[in-house]
């Protein structure tokens, strides 16, 4: 197996500040239509239609979630290259083909109505091609070029919003909504993602010394069914399918709690509020995303000083942008959550608290997309293990008393423990920078390749 060494010294994508810029716009734009489908169908339909395209998220989401594997992230700091396109490619398609099964059992295994069920089965297929084009996605971050991620998610998110509020209109029904997404996305995968990702493919292989790990004769988007690869990387990737299903419960178990507890209403409130760490995750997911190919580069060939620059520009980043949100909350979060929605969700309490776990939740993502740069990810599912858990003691001691503060209260509680389990992982991983590598990889319970998949020998390393 041969693969291209790297040559830093090859111009590669888009300049760093350009890639954030495009990406903070792309995730904006497609941020604020979902937020727009959501308040077009409570405009334009009936609470029972809001409640099923919200049933269908709530199923699908951690199915096709915990089925990524997480493999994007993988892929883009992918700066040895381990592994080829094709066998990500190869991956995602199995295990989203399996995700949409699983979800179709779920919808008809439980005791929903046959409307809702068919609702459930076009956002699980919108989903699954959701699912494809993001492993197109990391192709493109991996080569920093961010603005073709940009783009697609620019045109998918009002696309996404004219179709299903045209076809709720024009029928009277949210699975037909579903279904426009559905085509939506389907469509926007074959006439652009494919194809700047045949683009992307052609232009990396083309650069001398180009460090995108291409065999010969399959630089093309054909599957790959090299079964010791494939497994390898399922293998490599199955810790983050549980990090990022754990994560995205972390989001839901406070609301859990407080509908369990207080009921619809309540719920209502807390997510209204805590929608608006979306601001600042958005700007979170958009900077980290961009700078994670050019960190891992930076790690695997041990630039010490450029890796810890950047990862230090990124944690300031995120502890301004905590700053700002608490001082926020505090100056004027009773007026803007009247604005927004009405008196009666001015709860400036509970808002500075979920600002507060939002500001340590920004600082641990940065961290976090450090760590992934370093390629160290089982121990990331002890550390989201620990989280989900304390999450859970603190609500079920919280909540109850609490209310809807206690269930903010919680949220710190928790972002303080990620906090500090992702300092002690990103110790480890600039202590490695200074260990030889094999050493350091026992130490932090690395996933390395098998030597059958490795793209470099052991003098390469």
């Given at each position: 197996?041969?693969?291209?060494?790297?040559?830093?010294?090859?111009?590669?994508?888009?300049?760093?500040?350009?890639?954030?810029?495009?990406?903070?716009?792309?995730?904006?734009?497609?941020?604020?239509?979902?937020?727009?489908?959501?308040?077009?169908?409570?405009?334009i339909?009936?609470?029972?239609?809001?409640?099923?395209?919200?049933?269908?998220?709530?199923?699908?989401?951690?199915?096709?979630?915990?089925?990524?594997?997480?493999m994007?992230?993988?892929?883009?700091?992918?700066?040895?290259?381990?592994?080829?396109?094709?066998?990500?490619?190869?991956?995602?398609?199995?295990?989203?083909?399996?995700?949409?099964?699983?979800?179709?059992?779920?919808?008809?295994?439980?005791?929903?109505?046959?409307?809702?069920?068919?609702?459930?089965?076009?956002?699980?297929?919108?989903?699954?091609?959701?699912?494809?084009?993001?492993?197109f996605?990391?192709?493109?971050?991996?080569?920093?070029?961010?603005?073709r991620?940009?783009?697609?998610?620019?045109?998918?998110?009002?696309?996404?919003?004219?179709?299903?509020?045209?076809?709720?209109?024009?029928?009277?029904?949210?699975?037909?909504?579903?279904?426009?997404?559905?085509?939506?996305?389907?469509?926007?995968?074959?006439?652009?993602?494919?194809?700047?990702?045949?683009?992307?493919?052609?232009?990396?292989?083309?650069?001398?010394g180009?460090?995108?790990?291409?065999?010969?004769?399959?630089?093309?988007?054909?599957?790959?069914?090299?079964?010791?690869?494939?497994?390898?990387?399922?293998?490599?990737?199955?810790?983050?399918?549980?990090?990022?299903?754990?994560?995205?419960?972390?989001?839901?178990?406070?609301?859990?709690?407080?509908?369990?507890?207080?009921?619809?209403?309540?719920?209502?409130?807390?997510?209204?509020?805590?929608?608006?760490?979306?601001?600042?995750?958005?700007?979170?997911?958009?900077?980290?995303?961009?700078?994670?190919?050019?960190?891992?580069?930076?790690?695997?060939?041990?630039?010490?000083?450029?890796?810890?620059?950047?990862?230090?520009?990124?944690?300031?980043?995120?502890?301004?942008?905590?700053?700002?949100?608490?001082?926020?909350?505090?100056?004027?979060?009773?007026?803007?959550?009247t604005?927004?929605?009405?008196?009666?969700?001015?709860?400036?309490?509970?808002?500075?608290?979920?600002?507060?776990?939002?500001?340590?939740?920004?600082?641990?993502?940065?961290?976090?997309?450090?760590?992934?740069?370093a390629?160290?990810?089982?121990?990331?599912?002890?550390?989201?293990?620990?989280?989900?858990?304390?999450?859970?003691?603190?609500?079920?001691?919280?909540?109850?008393?609490?209310?809807?503060?206690?269930?903010?209260?919680a949220?710190?509680f928790?972002?303080?423990?990620?906090?500090?389990?992702?300092?002690?992982?990103?110790?480890?991983?600039?202590?490695?920078?200074?260990?030889?590598?094999?050493m350091?990889?026992?130490?932090?319970?690395?996933?390395?390749?098998?030597?059958?998949?490795?793209?470099?020998?052991?003098?390469?390393?």
């Amino acid at each position: 197996m041969t693969f291209a060494v790297a040559s830093r010294s090859v111009p590669r994508g888009v300049p760093l500040r350009t890639n954030m810029s495009w990406t903070l716009l792309g995730y904006g734009v497609y941020a604020a239509c979902q937020w727009g489908m959501l308040v077009a169908l409570a405009k334009i339909g009936s609470p029972e239609m809001v409640g099923q395209f919200a049933l269908g998220l709530a199923i699908t989401a951690p199915v096709m979630m915990f089925a990524s594997l997480k493999m994007r992230i993988v892929q883009a700091t992918d700066a040895k290259g381990e592994f080829q396109f094709s066998d990500y490619f190869s991956v995602r398609v199995l295990t989203t083909a399996l995700a949409f099964l699983v979800v179709a059992g779920i919808a008809l295994l439980a005791n929903y109505s046959g409307g809702t069920v068919m609702v459930i089965l076009a956002i699980g297929l919108a989903k699954s091609f959701e699912s494809i084009s993001d492993i197109f996605h990391g192709l493109f971050q991996f080569n920093e070029r961010m603005d073709r991620v940009a783009v697609s998610l620019m045109l998918k998110g009002p696309l996404s919003l004219a179709a299903l509020v045209a076809l709720v209109c024009l029928t009277g029904s949210v699975f037909w909504g579903a279904v426009g997404l559905a085509a939506t996305w389907a469509i926007l995968l074959l006439a652009y993602d494919a194809r700047m990702g045949r683009r992307t493919l052609r232009d990396s292989t083309s650069l001398s010394g180009s460090i995108l790990a291409v065999k010969e004769g399959q630089s093309s988007l054909h599957r790959s069914w090299d079964w010791k690869n494939l497994r390898s990387l399922l293998w490599f990737g199955l810790p983050l399918g549980f990090v990022v299903t754990l994560n995205s419960l972390d989001t839901n178990i406070p609301r859990y709690f407080v509908e369990g507890y207080f009921g619809e209403a309540a719920i209502g409130i807390f997510a209204a509020l805590a929608y608006l760490e979306r601001v600042g995750s958005t700007v979170v997911k958009a900077l980290g995303e961009s700078a994670s190919p050019r960190m891992a580069r930076y790690y695997a060939s041990r630039e010490r000083k450029a890796f810890l620059v950047l990862f230090l520009e990124l944690i300031g980043l995120g502890l301004l942008l905590g700053v700002a949100g608490i001082l926020i909350s505090l100056v004027a979060g009773q007026r803007i959550l009247t604005l927004l929605y009405s008196a009666e969700y001015a709860r400036g309490e509970v808002f500075l608290a979920l600002m507060i776990a939002s500001g340590l939740g920004y600082i641990s993502s940065f961290i976090i997309f450090g760590v992934s740069a370093a390629r160290i990810f089982n121990i990331q599912l002890l550390l989201e293990a620990l989280v989900t858990g304390s999450l859970v003691c603190a609500c079920v001691l919280m909540v109850p008393r609490g209310g809807l503060l206690g269930a903010a209260n919680a949220l710190v509680f928790a972002r303080v423990i990620q906090l500090a389990g992702s300092a002690v992982l990103a110790t480890f991983a600039i202590v490695e920078l200074h260990r030889p590598t094999q050493m350091a990889q026992r130490i932090v319970g690395r996933v390395s390749c098998p030597p059958e998949v490795s793209a470099f020998t052991d003098s390469e390393k």
